[in-house]
């Protein structure tokens, strides 16, 4: 099949291109590199079956040829990218997500969005089921990525009962594995980040907030199997084991035999206290869980930033 991935040198995407090109797809890759980085994919560049452009979805999209996927992974994902650029984080959420699901309508093509536990904000329920509606501060700093899921799921789901277009809704709890950047404000880098200097690990808050991290390659088996599903609602897809924010940070110091202590900062605003997907909807509909042991993510996920740190170094 032919599939058109917004996002696709971004950490998510680039990992979702290898798994389709391993199966034999076709892909047209589409990213305006803001913060996905061409080295994710170089290594795909120039074998057959793949497409590199580097474009806009806010801007009108045309893909000429047959596609019968449309993936739309394009966003500012990360607390330092969306704090950053609210703007464009609003567009890619509302302008990007009506050009990708005009792609597929005109193409009669499937179309998946990927969504966010951040839809559920400070959870006021725990775990966070399909049917919460959450608890948002839609004026908030976090606002611009929030409300921009918020509103991609709220057209995504219009043009399926509108159009009869086949829609699919991801809601991704904290992924982690290789690829990720180093300084994009994520717990999971940015721990690793600090041990590799050794410098302290910045915990907000006194630590208890939770977590659920879920590593990449269980995360891009849940889309594919999403993707071909007949569920439009919006399905969970993360790793329900739950640990605190201060436990992560001993299992990080663990790997790298104690060396490096603690700092404890202010907890940003709005950040969600407790954050464990249900994810009874995935194992029912998709027959879905995570296989990946977190001892085993972080360890691949280490080693990747180990290597990429002596190559910087070299």
Request: hydrophobic share 40%; proline share 5%.
């Amino acid at each position: 099949m032919r599939y058109v991935i917004s996002g696709a040198a971004g950490f998510i995407g680039s990992h979702l291109c290898d798994r389709l090109m391993e199966s034999g797809h076709h892909i047209v890759a589409i990213d305006n590199l803001i913060t996905g980085h061409i080295a994710n994919i170089e290594h795909l560049i120039g074998q057959h079956g793949f497409e590199f452009v580097e474009g806009d979805v806010c801007q009108p999209l045309s893909v000429s040829g047959p596609i019968d996927r449309v993936f739309h992974l394009a966003s500012l994902a990360s607390p330092v990218d969306y704090l950053n650029h609210p703007l464009e984080t609003l567009e890619s959420g509302s302008t990007g997500t009506r050009n990708m699901l005009e792609l597929a309508r005109q193409n009669n093509a499937r179309f998946l969005l990927t969504s966010t536990s951040e839809c559920y904000g400070d959870p006021l329920e725990h775990p966070q089921t399909e049917s919460y509606w959450g608890n948002v501060n839609p004026v908030g700093l976090r606002s611009c990525y929030d409300e921009s899921k918020r509103y991609a799921e709220a057209i995504t789901m219009a043009f399926h009962r509108v159009h009869d277009l086949r829609t699919n809704i991801a809601r991704i709890f904290n992924t982690y594995g290789p690829r990720m950047a180093l300084n994009d404000g994520r717990v999971v880098p940015a721990f690793i980040d600090h041990a590799l200097k050794n410098s302290p690990l910045t915990v907000f808050g006194d630590g208890s907030q939770t977590r659920s991290f879920c590593f990449v390659s269980d995360l891009v088996e849940g889309l594919l199997l999403l993707s071909e599903s007949d569920e439009r609602l919006p399905v969970n897809l993360g790793n329900p084991a739950e640990m605190t924010i201060l436990e992560f940070a001993n299992e990080i110091r663990r790997r790298f035999d104690n060396v490096v202590g603690i700092e404890y900062l202010p907890l940003p605003s709005d950040d969600p206290k407790l954050r464990r997907p249900d994810i009874t909807k995935a194992e029912r509909v998709l027959g879905w869980q995570p296989k990946v042991a977190l001892s085993e993510g972080l360890a691949a996920t280490i080693d990747y930033f180990r290597n990429k740190e002596a190559l910087a170094t070299a």
